[in-house]
C-alpha cells in the first residue's frame, strides 16, 4: 500500500510525468509551480476524486442495463397409472415502458459529469492552498531577513545610548525604551523561525510530500530586489466589466457542477413522472398435460390504484427546485467574491504604491545621512536610527507587495481563473456563452414556475 512516506520526486514514474510536463531533467531549484506538478502527481485527494469518478461511470452502466428475463419449468405425473407425466415450461420477459431507462442514464451521465467537474474542482483547490503556503513561507522568511537586519540596528542603538548614558549625555529611560524595542525584535525572531518550520511542513503537505523528502529540495527563494520592482499591470476596471465577469462565472468548475447536478435532478424527475406509467411482463408458456399441447401468453403490469408515484415525483421536482435555487445562490455568492477580491486587489495595489513612495523617501534620507555622517555634521546614533527608519519602510513594502500577492491570489480563486488569462474573457464569451445562459435563462423560468404567488393587493 502507497503511502505519503513513500512519495518521492526521484520516483521513476514522476520524472517521466515531468518530462511530458517539458522538464527534460528534474528542476534543480524547485518553484511553487513545479511543486504544483508534485501535487497533482501526488497529492491523495486527487485519487479520490478520481476514484468517485470512476463509481459514477459505473453508474451509467448499471443505468443502462435491461431488466434480465426469467424461465420456470416444472414436471409431474399424478398416481392414476394411464395419466401421462405432466410438463410445463413458461418465461416471464420484462419490458419497461415510458422511457426509464433512458432517463436512468441521463440522471447516471449527469453525475458523472458533476464527479469530472469534482476532479477539476479538487485540482484547482489544490492549486489554490500550494500557492498561498509559497506566498505565506516566502513572505515569512522575507520577513525573517529583515528581522535579523533590524536586531542588528537595534543591538547598536543600544550601544551607543548605554554608552551615552555613562557619558551622561541621555537619561536610562530612553535606554530602557530601546531595549525594549530590541528585546520584542528577538522574540520577533524566535516565533518567525518557529513559524516558518510550520509553513514548510503545510508546504510540504500541500505539495503531495513528506517533510524530509520535501526538504531535500531547493527552493527557488524571493529576492527582495525584485520584490520591489515588481509590475503589476493588470486592469481590473477592464478585465472585469459585465461580459467578462459573466465568462468568469461560466469558467468556474463549481458552476458547471452546479449545472450537472441540476441536470440529474431533472433526469430524475422524469424518471419518477414515468413510474407513474407501469412496467410490462410478458409472460409466454408451453404445457403438456395429459396427451395435449398448450400454449399461452400472458400479460402482467401493475395497478396504480392506491397511488401514481405523487409522492415521489412530489420529492424529485422539490430537489430539482433546490438545485435551481442553489444555483443562484452560488452565483450570487461568486459575483459577491468577484466584487470583494477585486476591491481588495485593487485596495492592496494603492497600498503598495503609497509603501513604495515612502520607501523612496526614507531610502534617499538615510543617504543623506551617511553623507552627513562622512563629511562630520551626523553623529553614528544619527545614522543607524535614519537606515532603521529606511529599513522598516523596507519591510512595509516587502510587506504590501505579498498582500497584493494574496489579493491576486484571492482574485484568481473568485474566477478561478489565473490572472494572465483574464484578457481572453471577453473573446471567450462569445463562443462559449449559449449553453450557459441558456441554462441560466431555463432555472430561472422553472423556479418562477414552481415558487407559490403571493396575492395581489
Keep these: 500500500m502507497v503511502s505519503l512516506r513513500m512519495h518521492d520526486t526521484g520516483d521513476e514514474g514522476f520524472q517521466a510525468y515531468m518530462r511530458e510536463e517539458g522538464y527534460a531533467n528534474l528542476p534543480a531549484q524547485w518553484g511553487w509551480r513545479e511543486l504544483l506538478h508534485s501535487s497533482f502527481y501526488f497529492h491523495p485527494d486527487l485519487n479520490v476524486a478520481r476514484s468517485q469518478l470512476q463509481v459514477a461511470m459505473a453508474g451509467i452502466t448499471t443505468a443502462g442495463q435491461r431488466p434480465n428475463p426469467s424461465i420456470s419449468a416444472g414436471a409431474g405425473r399424478r398416481n392414476e397409472p394411464d395419466v401421462p407425466e405432466v410438463y410445463s415450461l413458461g418465461f416471464n ?5 415510458a422511457g426509464k431507462r433512458q432517463a436512468r442514464i441521463d440522471m447516471a451521465t449527469a453525475l458523472s459529469d458533476d464527479a469530472r467537474f469534482n476532479i477539476a474542482q479538487t485540482a484547482w483547490t489544490l492549486r489554490q492552498r ?4 509559497w506566498i505565506e513561507l516566502n513572505a515569512a522568511q522575507q520577513n525573517l531577513l529583515i528581522l535579523q537586519q533590524e536586531n542588528r540596528l537595534r543591538e547598536h542603538i543600544v550601544t551607543m545610548l548605554q554608552q551615552r548614558l555613562e557619558a551622561g549625555m541621555v537619561s536610562s529611560v530612553e535606554l530602557s525604551n530601546a531595549r525594549l524595542q530590541w528585546q520584542r525584535i528577538q ?4 516565533l518567525e523561525q518557529g513559524r516558518i518550520e510550520e509553513l514548510k511542513t503545510q508546504l510540504a503537505s500541500n505539495a503531495g510530500l513528506p517533510l524530509n523528502k520535501f526538504t531535500s529540495l531547493t527552493l527557488q527563494a524571493d529576492d527582495a530586489a525584485t520584490l520591489m520592482q515588481a509590475q503589476h499591470n493588470i486592469d481590473i476596471a477592464h478585465s472585469l466589466n459585465p461580459t467578462a465577469q459573466d465568462a468568469a462565472l461560466q469558467n468556474r468548475v463549481d458552476i458547471r457542477a452546479s449545472l450537472a447536478r441540476y441536470a440529474a435532478s431533472e433526469a430524475r424527475l422524469r424518471l419518477e413522472i414515468a413510474r407513474q406509467y407501469p412496467d410490462i411482463s410478458l409472460s409466454p408458456a408451453y404445457n403438456y398435460e395429459e396427451g395435449f399441447h398448450i400454449w399461452s401468453l400472458g400479460i402482467n403490469s401493475l395497478l396504480n390504484i392506491m397511488h401514481r408515484n405523487q409522492g415521489q415525483i412530489a420529492e424529485a421536482t422539490a430537489l430539482r427546485a433546490n438545485e435551481a435555487a442553489q444555483f443562484e445562490a452560488l452565483q450570487a455568492r461568486v459575483i459577491a467574491s468577484m466584487d470583494s477580491a477585486r476591491s481588495r486587489y485593487a485596495a492592496a495595489l494603492q497600498a503598495l504604491t503609497q ?3 515612502l520607501y523612496q523617501t526614507l531610502q534617499q534620507q538615510a543617504v543623506l545621512a551617511g553623507q552627513r555622517f562622512e563629511l562630520g555634521y551626523a553623529d553614528r546614533l544619527e545614522l543607524v536610527t535614519q537606515q532603521l527608519e529606511s529599513l522598516l ?3 512595509n513594502f516587502i510587506s504590501a507587495e505579498y498582500q497584493v500577492q494574496r489579493a491576486a491570489a484571492a482574485l484568481e480563486d473568485s ?4 490572472l494572465e488569462n483574464l484578457g481572453a474573457l471577453p473573446r471567450q464569451l462569445d463562443a462559449t456563452s449559449q ?3 441558456s441554462a441560466q435563462q431555463t432555472l430561472s423560468t422553472q423556479s418562477q414556475d414552481q415558487s407559490p404567488r ?4
Excluded: D, F, H, N
Design 93 to 97: 420477459i420484462p419490458i419497461e415502458t
Design 130 to 133: 500550494l500557492l498561498l503556503s
Design 187 to 190: 522574540q520577533s525572531l524566535v
Design 355 to 357: 509603501a513604495g513612495a
Design 393 to 395: 519602510a523596507k519591510q
Design 415 to 418: 474566477m478561478q481563473l489565473p
Design 435 to 437: 449553453q450557459y445562459l
Design 454 to 457: 403571493k396575492p395581489q393587493p
